[in-house]
């Protein structure tokens, strides 16, 4: 069939509410006062009088003045169909009176008076009874559509009752069903939307029961077509007798149905459900029949909510305990993003294949998550997200969140800048959905051929069978809430790690003013006996020189030397805890201009030692501390020189691209083994003996480790034995 390019929403601007006729099984007046303003075009059949002759008189004229008062004791309640029927005659016949009000106007509509024998009376209220036991006592939301099919059929004595449940995209599924064995079942069958457009939701919603007892009956137009105080055609939303589409007349032929009874299911005012009652034949049912069946639809809905309640339960106890042992377990820790994501609670949580934590600078992942890479960049999707209910969460992620690598995310933000996430993901999970008949309804082009088109409904319910992909298992209100408690838990665990931070902080302030305390006495007090010691030595070596002998003389070196020593432990100490406390002033910097300084103030040292300085490519700007940056080049390629005998010394001077740009010294000397590169960084170690390659006190690659930190960066070494040694170091995070 050719693509016509009309669209089914058609079916939802079709005006239901205002047929302009009736079902022929009863008659219908609008009233205007007290005065007959329309009636139906059979009133004679049903009230002994031509419609003509029934407009502008009184309800006394009609039903008699017994009648008038019970239709207008009825009226002056606030919903007059709780009188309903009202006991009426009319034409010699007795008649059950349907009264309600609706847009301003007052409707009376009769039908045939109920003729019961005792039996079947005893009969329909015992079956009444067990319906309300059955309906009463069920748990779950499975035993509750079941036992309100039973006991629906058992009170209609209809050949199909099923129970017809909404989804989220007001798509139908058949939920439950009790039927002739005769009859195809259809459980589990899936309805599309256009079924049951938008406006006749909305009359189901308006309305608990429908009823078509003969799919065949000829419309019964009113007379006149507009009420004559409002000029519109009459409002039929809670008539009875409304007259049905004929669109509806074609599905229910399609179907095979030729009588049918609707029941409502709300829940929380809502639409939920219907119960559909079909039957092979025309079948009537007496008001008192269609009452009780609206009062077990009633009762359905005012149990549903309870009954998907306690099916929720037991998996919200579970979640609690769940999240109460994450509490524990977070409490303790001050890793929180790390712990949460190593514990299994966190999928088992919400019932996840993965999760991951976006905090801190850093991804923590569990399960089977995306890269972290692609965690960052969905992450930054989130932030531009709505988040109704305070988080995000879909089963086709693809489609809502581009890019994302799996079809179900729960997330929520751990902060109002919606930085930091709790993510969760599911799985496609491939799904098979009965549908009765293809939900893609036919298009029928015109008799003449013309390019419009009407609507007609599926001519097969047969089982059609299509594949959805793209989903996942849907995130459930106690996910969602799941989810949400976890934030808030987390939260906390923040916020207190926050305080007891604060509280370190303090400690640790005070402990920086106890240090400097110390530094400035050891750069300055203890450096003041070692300067008198050194002087004595100094005067000593004078005063008694060709009285010494050679030993004594020795003594005298030994002891200048260890206070030179000693004095230079207690700079580098001093100049470790500066490095420390120090702010550093960023700027981009020439590392060009940096090196230059570096080299002119190792000149002498370069000289003497005879080393070929390299530089294969000029260094990048980046933005460091120069002068912190320069003590890191300055030890590094002091220590390339000191730790190289070879005749032929060099020393490189180089970078490599990457992100961040890693920087590197190498030089040609000894070399290091690989079981000292974690050590030679420790303060004050030495890996070589001072008679060998001089004196040094061992602090220069603890401050070049110290230096790069502060930069945010690392420091790290290629080396073996004999063949020369490369430092590397970024001045960014990686």
Same mark, same amino acid.
């Given at each position: 069939?050719?693509?016509?390019?009309?669209?089914?929403?058609?079916?939802?601007?079709?005006?239901?509410?205002?047929?302009?006729?009736?079902?022929?099984?009863?008659?219908?007046?609008?009233?205007?006062?007290?005065?007959?303003?329309? /009636?139906?075009?059979? /009133?004679?059949?049903?009230?002994?009088?031509?419609?003509?002759?029934?407009?502008?008189?009184?309800?006394?004229?009609?039903?008699?003045?017994?009648?008038?008062?019970? !239709?207008?004791?009825?009226?002056?309640?606030?919903?007059?169909?709780?009188?309903?029927?009202?006991?009426?005659?009319?034409?010699?016949?007795?008649?059950?009176?349907?009264? %309600?009000? %609706?847009?301003?106007?007052?409707?009376?509509?009769?039908?045939?008076?109920?003729?019961?024998?005792?039996?079947?009376?005893?009969?329909?209220?015992?079956?009444?009874?067990?319906?309300?036991?059955?309906?009463?006592?069920?748990?779950?939301?499975?035993?509750?559509?079941?036992?309100?099919?039973?006991?629906?059929?058992?009170?209609?004595?209809y050949d199909r009752v099923l129970v017809y449940r909404?989804?989220?995209?007001?798509?139908?599924?058949?939920? /439950?069903?009790?039927?002739?064995?005769?009859?195809?079942?259809?459980?589990?069958?899936?309805?599309?939307?256009?079924?049951?457009?938008?406006?006749? @939701?909305?009359?189901?919603?308006?309305?608990?029961?429908?009823?078509?007892?003969?799919?065949? #009956?000829?419309?019964?137009?009113?007379?006149?077509?507009?009420?004559?105080?409002?000029?519109?055609?009459?409002?039929?939303?809670?008539?009875?007798?409304?007259?049905?589409?004929?669109?509806?007349?074609?599905?229910?032929?399609?179907?095979?149905?030729?009588? =049918?009874?609707?029941?409502?299911?709300?829940?929380?005012?809502?639409?939920?459900?219907? !119960?559909?009652?079909?039957?092979?034949?025309?079948?009537?049912?007496?008001?008192?029949?269609?009452?009780?069946?609206?009062?077990?639809?009633?009762?359905?809905?005012?149990?549903?909510?309870?009954?998907?309640?306690?099916?929720?339960?037991?998996? &919200?106890?579970?979640?609690?305990?769940?999240?109460?042992?994450?509490?524990?377990?977070?409490?303790? *820790?001050?890793?929180?993003?790390?712990e949460l994501a190593r514990d299994p609670a966190l999928?088992?949580?919400?019932? /996840?294949?993965?999760?991951?934590?976006?905090?801190?600078?850093?991804?923590? *992942?569990?399960?089977?998550?995306?890269?972290?890479?692609?965690?960052?960049?969905?992450?930054?999707?989130?932030?531009?997200?709505?988040?109704?209910?305070?988080?995000?969460? =879909?089963?086709?992620?693809?489609?809502?969140?581009?890019?994302?690598?799996?079809?179900?995310?729960?997330?929520?933000?751990?902060?109002?800048?919606?930085?930091?996430?709790?993510?969760?993901?599911?799985?496609?999970?491939?799904?098979?959905?009965?549908?009765?008949?293809?939900?893609?309804?036919?298009?029928?082009?015109?008799?003449?051929?013309?390019?419009?088109?009407?609507? =007609?409904?599926?001519?097969?319910?047969?089982?059609?069978?299509?594949?959805?992909?793209?989903?996942?298992?849907?995130?459930?209100?106690?996910?969602?809430?799941?989810?949400? &408690?976890?934030?808030?838990?987390?939260?906390?665990?923040?916020?207190?790690?926050?305080?007891?931070?604060?509280?370190?902080?303090?400690?640790?302030? @005070?402990?920086?003013?106890?240090? &400097?305390?110390?530094?400035?006495?050891?750069?300055?007090?203890?450096?003041?006996?070692?300067?008198?010691?050194?002087? #004595?030595?100094?005067?000593?070596?004078?005063? #008694?020189?060709?009285?010494?002998?050679?030993?004594?003389?020795?003594?005298?070196?030994?002891?200048?030397?260890?206070?030179?020593?000693?004095?230079?432990?207690?700079?580098?100490?001093?100049?470790?805890?500066?490095?420390?406390?120090?702010?550093?002033?960023?700027?981009?910097?020439?590392?060009?201009?940096?090196?230059?300084?570096?080299?002119?103030?190792?000149?002498?040292?370069?000289?003497?030692?005879?080393?070929?300085?390299?530089?294969?490519?000029?260094?990048?700007?980046?933005?460091?501390?120069?002068?912190?940056?320069?003590?890191?080049?300055?030890?590094?390629?002091?220590?390339?020189?000191?730790?190289?005998?070879?005749?032929?010394?060099?020393?490189?001077?180089?970078?490599?691209?990457? =992100?961040?740009?890693?920087? #590197?010294?190498?030089?040609?000397?000894?070399?290091?083994?690989?079981?000292?590169?974690?050590?030679?960084?420790?303060?004050?170690?030495?890996?070589?003996?001072?008679?060998?390659?001089?004196?040094?006190?061992?602090?220069?690659?603890?401050?070049?480790?110290?230096?790069?930190?502060?930069?945010?960066?690392?420091?790290?070494?290629?080396?073996?034995?004999?063949?020369?040694?490369?430092?590397?170091?970024?001045?960014?995070?990686?």
């Open positions: 069939m050719r693509d016509t390019g009309v669209e089914l929403t058609e079916c939802d601007r079709e005006p239901i509410h205002i047929p302009g006729s009736i079902q022929p099984h009863g008659a219908l007046l609008a009233l205007a006062g007290d005065a007959v303003a329309q /009636a139906s075009a059979n /009133a004679h059949d049903w009230l002994g009088a031509a419609p003509e002759a029934l407009l502008g008189r009184s309800l006394a004229e009609v039903f008699g003045p017994e009648g008038a008062a019970r !239709i207008r004791q009825a009226l002056e309640l606030d919903d007059p169909r709780a009188a309903n029927p009202v006991r009426l005659e009319a034409g010699g016949r007795a008649l059950d009176g349907l009264v %309600h009000r %609706h847009d301003g106007v007052d409707v009376i509509e009769v039908e045939a008076a109920a003729e019961q024998t005792p039996d079947e009376a005893r009969a329909s209220l015992a079956a009444f009874r067990h319906g309300l036991v059955e309906v009463q006592k069920a748990r779950s939301v499975r035993s509750l559509c079941d036992s309100i099919a039973r006991s629906v059929r058992e009170l209609t004595g909404f989804h989220a995209d007001w798509h139908g599924e058949v939920v /439950a069903e009790a039927r002739d064995e005769s009859l195809e079942p259809f459980l589990e069958l899936h309805y599309p939307a256009s079924d049951i457009p938008a406006q006749a @939701r909305a009359l189901y919603r308006l309305n608990w029961l429908r009823n078509i007892p003969d799919r065949e #009956y000829r419309p019964v137009p009113l007379v006149p077509a507009a009420h004559p105080r409002t000029g519109r055609p009459l409002d039929m939303g809670l008539a009875a007798l409304r007259s049905v589409a004929p669109v509806h007349v074609q599905y229910l032929r399609n179907m095979g149905v030729a009588g =049918t009874l609707t029941i409502s299911l709300l829940r929380d005012g809502e639409l939920w459900g219907l !119960i559909a009652c079909h039957h092979n034949t025309p079948r009537a049912l007496p008001y008192e029949l269609r009452a009780s069946c609206e009062l077990l639809g009633q009762l359905f809905s005012a149990r549903i909510g309870a009954a998907e309640a306690e099916e929720h339960r037991d998996a &919200d106890l579970r979640r609690a305990e769940t999240l109460a042992a994450l509490t524990d377990r977070l409490a303790g *820790t001050r890793d929180w993003a790390g999928l088992q949580l919400v019932g /996840a294949s993965g999760a991951a934590i976006v905090a801190e600078g850093r991804v923590e *992942t569990a399960g089977d998550a995306p890269t972290p890479r692609a965690i960052q960049v969905l992450a930054a999707r989130l932030a531009g997200h709505p988040l109704p209910g305070g988080l995000v969460a =879909t089963d086709h992620a693809r489609d809502e969140l581009p890019g994302a690598e799996a079809s179900g995310v729960l997330a929520v933000p751990l902060s109002d800048t919606r930085l930091q996430w709790i993510v969760w993901f599911r799985p496609e999970v491939v799904q098979s959905v009965n549908w009765a008949g293809d939900p893609r309804k036919p298009m029928e082009p015109v008799a003449d051929g013309a390019m419009e088109v009407r609507l =007609t409904p599926r001519g097969s319910f047969a089982l059609w069978k299509e594949t959805v992909r793209g989903h996942s298992v849907p995130w459930t209100a106690g996910d969602r809430r799941a989810a949400l &408690d976890l934030r808030r838990v987390v939260a906390e665990v923040v916020l207190r790690h926050a305080e007891e931070i604060a509280a370190l902080n303090r400690a640790l302030a @005070r402990s920086n003013a106890e240090l &400097d305390a110390f530094t400035y006495i050891a750069s300055h007090d203890l450096r003041e006996p070692l300067r008198g010691i050194r002087n #004595y030595a100094d005067m000593l070596r004078e005063d #008694y020189a060709g009285r010494l002998d050679a030993e004594g003389t020795g003594m005298l070196d030994t002891l200048t030397r260890l206070t030179m020593r000693m004095d230079g432990l207690i700079e580098s100490l001093f100049e470790y805890s500066r490095v420390g406390r120090l702010e550093m002033e960023f700027a981009p910097t020439d590392l060009n201009a940096v090196i230059d300084d570096v080299l002119h103030s190792l000149a002498h040292q370069l000289r003497e030692a005879g080393v070929e300085i390299r530089v294969p490519r000029p260094l990048p700007t980046l933005p460091c501390d120069p002068v912190r940056v320069g003590q890191v080049f300055q030890n590094l390629v002091h220590n390339a020189v000191k730790y190289n005998d070879r005749p032929d010394r060099w020393v490189e001077i180089g970078w490599r691209e990457g =992100t961040p740009p890693v920087l #590197y010294v190498r030089d040609n000397g000894i070399g290091i083994p690989a079981r000292h590169h974690e050590v030679i960084f420790r303060i004050y170690k030495r890996l070589h003996a001072r008679d060998r390659f001089g004196g040094g006190t061992g602090v220069g690659l603890t401050i070049v480790r110290r230096i790069v930190e502060r930069h945010g960066g690392r420091v790290w070494l290629e080396s073996a034995p004999e063949s020369g040694t490369t430092f590397f170091f970024t001045l960014q995070p990686d």
